[in-house]
């Protein structure tokens, strides 16, 4: 089942002859597939630039005015830039850039770049836009092609012809003032640029750095246990950022010991997540510093010998 998201300008009657042949910018289908999107309900920013994608990519291949002459694009691809994409979004440049990693990571598109702009292909653009419009789509933009709305407005004919050049299995449309994301939501959330990752609420976040950290302990967790479950890396980055900006540790110094604490045959099964690194860090680095300073080895102390107490009056 499909979402459209409509940007058409109703048009009056008496214009319709004037209408400008289709450019496919009527309005973009968005299919329910994107629901299914691995960071839909963990980072809304990521949501919005993915379907900001959808919107601007080409529909069929062509030509694209710019302002470094036509340039040709393939279908479900378009022309761009970080900052563009920025202004565009509202999205902070630095978050844009994170972002366009990941989508390249997850294979979700593909990039062309220079010096000037990027080439930005959504590699399985089919299936968020079809090339078929269901026949009772069809039927009923021919029956109606213009239906009146509430307040007099006129469903252009255009729009019935962008229709035909998008794809759909649903024809629920919403008004370009409505929002993808209801607005109680947006409130609720705080938005921190540096964030690369956070909760649904914005209360745990962490940056790209520490991420990627995260990410790369879950892989050392693998190793131990195979199938461990995905965790909510929003709350690692979390306890990870927590432990650098609250502990004073840095990256390396957590990595390091949590692959320590994943080969010592007690701590291996008992510090699986950043949070119980934080807990015992204390009680890890000192075993852990024990161990390289080989005083495990070294004879125990004596309690019955008394020449520490020489010299002492008694």
């Known amino acids: 089942m499909n979402l459209a998201y409509s940007n058409v300008t109703p048009l009056r009657p008496d214009k319709a002859a004037d209408r400008p042949e289709a450019t496919g910018k009527g309005f973009a289908l968005l299919h329910r597939k994107i629901m299914e999107l691995p960071f839909y309900r963990t980072d809304s920013d990521a949501v919005h630039l993915w379907i900001h994608f959808i919107l601007s990519a080409n529909h069929a291949p062509g030509p694209v005015s710019t302002e470094f002459g036509e340039l040709l694009c393939r279908r479900g691809e378009f022309i761009t830039g970080r900052h563009t994409l920025a202004q565009e979004t509202g999205i902070d440049p630095n978050r844009i850039k994170y972002l366009l990693l990941k989508f ?65 299995s649903n ?121 390289k300073s080989g005083t495990g080895g070294k004879q125990t102390l004596d309690f019955s010998n008394t020449d520490w107490a020489e010299g002492l009056q008694l």
């Open 104 to 168: 390249e990571k997850l294979g979700m598109i593909s990039k062309e770049s220079n010096k000037k702009f990027s080439k930005i292909l959504v590699t399985k653009y089919d299936d968020y836009q079809q090339k078929v419009v269901p026949t009772d789509c069809h039927q009923s933009a021919n029956a109606n092609p213009h239906t009146a709305r509430a307040g007099g407005e006129v469903v252009p004919t255009d729009c019935h012809q962008s229709a035909t050049n998008n794809i759909t």
């Open 171 to 291: 024809t629920n449309v919403l008004d370009s003032s409505q929002r993808i994301f209801p607005p109680a939501v947006q409130q609720d959330k705080t938005q921190r640029p540096e964030a690369a990752i956070q909760s649904p609420k914005g209360d745990k976040w962490g940056t790209a750095d520490d991420l990627k950290a995260a990410e790369w302990m879950f892989d050392v967790v693998k190793l131990i246990e195979p199938s461990a479950r995905k965790p909510a890396f929003a709350g690692w980055a979390n306890d990870i950022r927590l432990m650098r900006e609250k502990d004073g540790r840095d990256h390396r110094d957590m990595c390091s010991l949590f692959r320590w604490a994943s080969q010592d045959s007690f701590w291996c099964g008992n510090v699986l997540c950043p949070a119980k690194l934080r807990e015992k860090w204390s009680q890890l680095a000192i075993k852990r510093d024990k161990a």
